[in-house]
């Protein structure tokens, strides 16, 4: 195998290039590109003049971060001190000068009290209603926004939604728990993490995959800082995107921008994020649209419904990414290479459990790392499509912890995030647990001093001392051989700190994505049998396609062998056992077949009626099984 490493090095973060015109935040053009920084921030009446009133209009451009604009705008208790998180955080001035246009000059009407919370909304009436085209047009891609504040006698608490929605009891308190992070090992800052909630009657909701159920997504900017004025010593509180797509790449993204504009300037930014995305164009999958956002140009490509994104398929150009703003939707902002990259020679074991739809608890300390670990892993089968349900981050509070989290055996397909410390004498019975992410030390004020311990405690005392190693423990003995000249890659990239990890992370990604297409080779072959021959002169009935016999497969595996490197021939305590045939065998009797072949199917049958009949394909659409399908990925 051949890996690669001549793509230039990543470029920092970065807002709109100056040297762009058409994308310079000063100029005309852009104002037309970006509707939030010359339609919404002059059109929110109600909740703008508030804040800022228009003095006047300079001819020249300016540098708005040296304006009249008042800092004490924002929130009393400062974060000026906190350490900046380098994927989410956003730099105050940065953030003005590139979401305003310097061509307005603000005054500052009337200042707020020093005490005041800009982030709560005392009158819901106050904030800007949308049109009903307008709201129609912004639910193509996202359900709208929650506010979810500490409350010190009730604990987490729905402050606001925006605009307005209903939801459930059920979905209300899953959303607020969610929003929170349920562990003790917490630093002082931001964070950015993802949820899926079940939807108990929301008609948003996707299908879920093995349920009638559906799910929604949210991704979370929670925000902690000391502050003496609050009895308990420290505010708390997070803003969650809500969304029918599980888009984390994007949505990840949004959230990280929008969340510090949030807390420093209050309700407007929901507004204006709001008129922005509704003059977004129609998500189209496979499409690749640039979207602007408070500021920045985001160009998003769209996944493809069972096609893995990778830099090899974008239309992206290799040699000059800028990840902050050129974005793969599915993709988590970090991903699998960062998060597995202390244990990376477990990943062929996960490879494998993902792929038999074993139940899988994923232990972390923090919830950021925990939810992109999930969506790493359900990822890692790409092209087969996770049959299961997954939690990206699950907590003790969510309503379906009492049927998740009991004595008996796990339920397979399913994958559980969990940063509790409780979870680990919980779920100790489980067959299948991954350990992921450094434990940070920790200053004595609660932030980050930057460096990573590794607590050598034995595996028998985690539960009790919550030491943390990092490390997969499973009862399944793996069958596939790692690609040992793959980590010797990785690893001398990583001594080189060259290419960047987003190259690295694709270059793993792009290796589990062939080994899964190598395990579907036999299937596809056998499949291929399955559908009938175009016979022009059949009568008007369509030919259906044979029923897949398990027998009949097996006997073309043993003709035509297979594609995976697999082991020798291993031993169990009874007997020799071919690897091959055993893990196709245990491959057919999990979901993750049936969701295989229930898309192939549907997918081959279509095809049928495509080439034998041209009037049958003009009478027909998509079925719905198909387009629900499609909704999974």
Not at 138 to 165: H, T
Not at 362 to 369: E, G, K, L, N
Not at 486 to 494: G, Q, S
Not at 541 to 560: A, I, N, V, W
């Amino acid at each position: 195998m051949e890996f690669d490493l001549s793509l230039s090095r990543a470029s920092s973060p970065r807002l709109i290039p100056h040297s762009s015109p058409s994308l310079h935040p000063h100029s005309s053009s852009y104002l037309h590109s970006d509707p939030m920084t010359k339609e919404t921030l002059c059109r929110s009446p109600r909740s703008l003049q508030h804040i800022f009133t228009k003095s006047s209009l300079e001819s020249q451009e300016t540098d708005i971060s040296d304006s009249s604009v008042d800092v004490s705008l924002r929130k009393q208790a400062s974060t000026s001190s906190l350490r900046p998180n380098p994927l989410y955080h956003t730099h105050h001035s940065d953030f003005i000068e590139s979401s305003v246009s310097p061509s307005l000059s603000f005054t500052l009407s009337v200042p707020p009290p020093p005490d005041l919370d800009i982030t709560e909304n005392n009158d819901p009436l106050s904030m800007l209603p949308l049109e009903p085209e307008t709201l129609l047009l912004f639910r193509k891609w996202m359900i709208g926004f929650c506010s979810v504040n500490f409350d010190l006698e009730i604990g987490q608490a729905l402050d606001f939604v925006y605009p307005p929605m209903e939801l459930s009891p059920e979905e209300e308190k899953n959303i607020c728990f969610s929003a929170f992070p349920d562990s003790n090992v917490f630093e002082v800052g931001d964070q950015v993490h993802t949820i899926r909630v079940r939807a108990s009657n929301s008609r948003f909701a996707m299908s879920g995959p093995t349920a009638n159920a559906g799910f929604l997504y949210g991704y979370v900017f929670f925000r902690q800082k000391k502050d003496p004025s609050i009895r308990r010593g420290y505010f708390q509180k997070s803003i969650v995107l809500l969304s029918q797509h599980p888009w984390i790449g994007l949505f990840s993204r949004l959230i990280g921008i929008l969340g510090p504009a949030f807390f420093d300037i209050g309700k407007p930014m929901l507004e204006a994020a709001c008129m922005t995305m509704a003059h977004w164009p129609a998500p189209k999958e496979g499409s690749v649209i640039d979207l602007p956002f408070l500021g920045h140009l985001l160009q998003v490509e769209l996944q493809q419904p069972f096609k893995p994104q990778l830099l090899e398929t974008t239309p992206f150009d290799m040699n000059k990414m800028q990840p902050d703003l050129q974005i793969m939707a599915s993709l988590p902002v970090r991903g699998l290479y960062h998060h597995f990259k202390d244990i990376l020679p477990d990943l062929w074991l996960l490879w494998e459990l993902m792929l038999l739809a074993e139940p899988i608890v994923v232990f972390s300390q923090d919830p950021s790392v925990c939810s992109e670990a999930v969506v790493a892993l359900i990822d890692l089968i790409n092209p087969i499509p996770y049959c299961g349900d997954y939690r990206p981050y699950f907590t003790i509070q969510d309503t379906d912890f009492k049927f998740f989290i009991t004595k008996n055996k796990p339920a397979s397909n399913l994958i559980l995030g969990v940063t509790n410390p409780y979870f680990h004498t919980a779920m100790e019975h489980w067959p299948h647990s991954v350990r992921v992410g450094r434990q940070q030390l920790r200053k004595p004020d609660g932030t980050s001093t930057g460096q990573c311990s590794f607590v050598n405690t034995p595996k028998s005392t985690l539960s009790t001392t919550h030491g943390f190693i990092q490390g997969v423990s499973s009862k399944r003995k793996p069958v596939i051989l790692k690609d040992r000249g793959l980590l010797k890659v990785l690893a001398e990239a990583e001594l080189r700190r060259y290419p960047p990890e987003w190259v690295l992370n694709n270059m793993l990604r792009r290796h589990f994505v062939d080994l899964t297409e190598k395990f579907l080779v036999p299937l596809n072959r056998y499949f291929s049998t399955l559908i009938p021959l175009h016979n022009p002169h059949s009568d008007v009935k369509l030919p259906r396609l044979k029923p897949f016999q398990t027998d009949q497969f097996m006997k073309s595996l043993k003709e035509h062998g297979p594609q995976l490197p697999f082991k020798s021939t291993f031993k169990t305590r009874t007997s020799n056992t071919d690897s091959t045939k055993e893990l196709y065998s245990q491959f057919l009797k999990c979901g993750n077949f049936a969701t295989w072949l229930q898309y192939r199917t549907t997918e081959a049958q279509i095809e049928i009626e495509k080439r034998c009949s041209p009037t049958w394909q003009r009478m027909k659409t998509t079925p719905p099984v198909l387009t629900e399908l499609r909704s999974r990925v």
